[in-house]
């Protein structure tokens, strides 16, 4: 079953990552931000990408992985830095940044 969208952030696992990101890109864009708790500039983050997020009202779904405690996410997309925002759309990505600048113009090109 896949969990209705969501206005809210979603915080996805190794072991649910496919249900809560990958399979709702079937219906909307999915954008995943990838952080490490320890990382300032993630945190600083999170807010700004909650609030672009939830102004979207569900055309465009928000899941956060913390990529050290789960690697195999990190592995799957191999990261380069922190905060990466990945995109998908139809379980492809579509796009991917790193760092929060220019949040709101990512998202933008996803039409949500």
Do not use: W
């Not at 969501?6 to 999915?30: H, I």
């Not at 997020?53 to 913390?66: F, L």
Request: with cysteine; glycine share 8%; charged share 15%.
């Amino acid at each position: 079953m896949i969990p209705p969208s969501s206005s809210t952030l979603v915080e996805a696992t190794d072991y649910t990552f496919t249900a809560l990101a990958l399979l709702p890109s079937q219906k909307v864009p999915v954008v995943v931000m990838c952080y490490t708790s320890g990382c300032a500039y993630c945190a600083a983050a999170e807010p700004v990408f909650a609030k672009l997020i939830a102004s979207r009202e569900g055309r465009v779904r928000g899941v956060k992985v913390d990529i050290l405690a789960n690697p195999l996410v990190a592995q799957g997309y191999a990261l380069a830095g922190i905060p990466t925002f990945v995109a998908f759309r139809h379980t492809v990505v579509v796009r991917r940044q790193i760092g929060a600048q220019h949040l709101e113009r990512f998202l933008a090109r996803l039409g949500g």
